[in-house]
């Protein structure tokens, strides 16, 4: 019969043990590696996403921003309409004629445009116009 040694059934038993655990490493690292790769892969893709999501919040909020400016434009207009259209459909060339003489009186008692506007509540620029044409029209 053939004797066998311990070193040598020890031998038999531990090089496919090492060799089975050696593989077992190999593989372990190997799925280590893909999975590292994808978290990294992954982690890029959250940065893009979140970049995005920032920007389409700014842009909503630009949006909320502008669509509440343009209601208050419209209720201010709103607002306004019925006073326009009474005080330019109340002028009559008579009206006109007082105001423009009322504007002289003014302006010969020493008002500045400014003042003038505010007292026949129209705008400055339409006074300085009104008073130039007032200064052409004494000249003639």
């Known amino acids: 019969m053939v004797q066998i040694a311990y070193s040598q059934i020890l031998l038999f038993i531990m090089v496919p043990l090492f060799t089975a655990a050696l593989m077992y490493y190999v593989s372990l690292n190997k799925r280590h590696k893909e999975l590292n790769r994808k978290y990294d892969e992954l982690r890029r893709e959250f940065y893009t996403l979140e ?3 920032t920007e389409l919040n700014d ?5 909320a921003s502008f ?3 343009l209601k ?3 209720v201010t207009t709103s607002l306004q309409a019925p006073r326009i259209r009474h005080h330019s459909s109340t ?8 105001r423009y003489q009322h ?3 003014l302006s010969a008692s ?3 445009a400014a003042e003038i506007a505010s007292i026949l509540s129209i ?3 339409e006074a300085e116009q009104m008073l130039s044409l007032a200064k052409i029209a004494n000249k003639n």
């Open 103 to 105: 504007l002289q009186s």
């Open 123 to 125: 705008s400055n620029h």
């Open 51 to 53: 970049g995005k999501y």
């Open 91 to 98: 002028k009559t060339a008579d009206d006109k004629k007082l």
């Open 72 to 74: 208050q434009a419209e």
């Open 67 to 69: 669509s509440d400016s």
């Open 110 to 112: 020493g008002m500045a």
């Open 59 to 63: 842009k909503v909020a630009i949006s």
